[in-house]
């Protein structure tokens, strides 16, 4: 289809697949369009399309997925473009401590990361950011790889947030679904209708690492890139999870991928102290902000998350190689930055 501006010479063709249209400028194009669709790399994830006409719109290669309702539709990568807006308004992350470190809560079009091993309180982090947010009275949207909705919803309710509650009310959406369930396209098409659908305020992603076995590597460096700049152009929080490789700790492939594009990371680490697990908290980074470096100790209870006292003496828990410090090697240490 051929669609002409009558004042500017620009021309719009559209290819009948969404997502992907050339434009011309000055006229239509005189060579023949051609369309060429392969695979690259993995079979059935990427879509090599190449036109060969005046004013190319579009080139490279792209994700693409097959919808019943819909045909093939490119997951379009060029939303990355570094526009967005950004806000100073800050939001609640549902802990006032965690609020405190952040220097007054998180930018309210920021993307947080938070990254632990397994059982160090992710979900729920995930789950206080939702409670924050529905008592400030916004949308919520969570979803949900790793747990089913009964066992979220049970786990919620153990550290005083009823789930439940809030999505009668309407502050709340969870979607729960297998990784398996879907190829990493249809997954994104699927958060990306829920979001288009809810209008969240906020949403949460728990855990994105759970999604990395469902595709190839670049497939889901691809996925990461343009969940994220979805997230980013509606200009509200998103929080994402990731599983650390190891229970010291330890970059993730999820990691690796996001920590570029986040504007926040959230470490939470085991501590190994006198026979004991503990945990501890830290903000990595925190992009346009104020915020502190301590490694504060984490606890949690049938209230929640708590955000203790920084934890002294003590060097290598990000390294997961903790080891005490005796006094004098703590007064050395400190007194080497002092002027
Ligand atoms: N009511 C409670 N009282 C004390 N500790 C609790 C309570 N509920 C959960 N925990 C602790 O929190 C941990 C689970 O937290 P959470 O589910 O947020 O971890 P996670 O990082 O999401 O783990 P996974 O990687 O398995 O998803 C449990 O292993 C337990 O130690
Ligand atoms: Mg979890």
Sequence with gaps: MFTENAKTPVVTLSTGIEGFDLISQGGLPKKRT???????????????????AEGIRKKGAYPFTVLPD??????????????????????????????????????????????????????????????????????????????????????????GIDFENLEERGRLRVVCAY????????????IKREIDNFKPDRVAVDSVSALERVGTNRGFREFIISLASFVKHREIPGMFTATTATLMG???????????????????????????????????????????????????????????KPFRNIVGILTGKPEYLNVESADRLSGMFRE
């Design 179 to 190: 990784p398996e369930s879907a190829g990493l396209e249809d997954h994104l098409i699927q």
């Design 250 to 308: 330890g970059p993730s492939v999820t990691e690796s991928h996001f920590s570029s594009i986040t504007d926040t990371i959230i470490l939470l680490r085991y501590v190994e102290m006198l026979g004991e697990m503990r945990r501890g908290v830290t903000v990595l980074k925190m992009r346009g902000s104020m915020h502190e470096k301590d490694i504060r100790e984490f606890t949690i209870d049938g209230k929640g998350m708590h955000i203790d």
């Design 34 to 52: 051609t369309l060429i669709a392969g695979t690259v790399g993995s079979a059935k994830t990427v879509f090599a399309a190449q036109f060969l």
């Design 70 to 159: 819909r045909g093939i539709i490119i997951i379009p990568l060029s939303a990355i473009e570094l526009k967005q807006r950004s806000s100073d308004m800050r939001v609640p992350s549902g802990s006032p401590e965690l609020d405190r470190m952040c220097g007054g809560g998180f930018f309210r079009d920021s993307l947080i990361l938070v990254s632990g091993a397994t059982g160090c309180g992710k979900t729920l982090m995930t789950a206080e950011f939702i409670g924050g947010g529905a008592k400030a009275g916004e949308k919520c949207l969570l979803f949900a790889y790793e747990e089913s909705r009964e066992q979220l919803i049970r786990n919620a309710n153990g550290w």
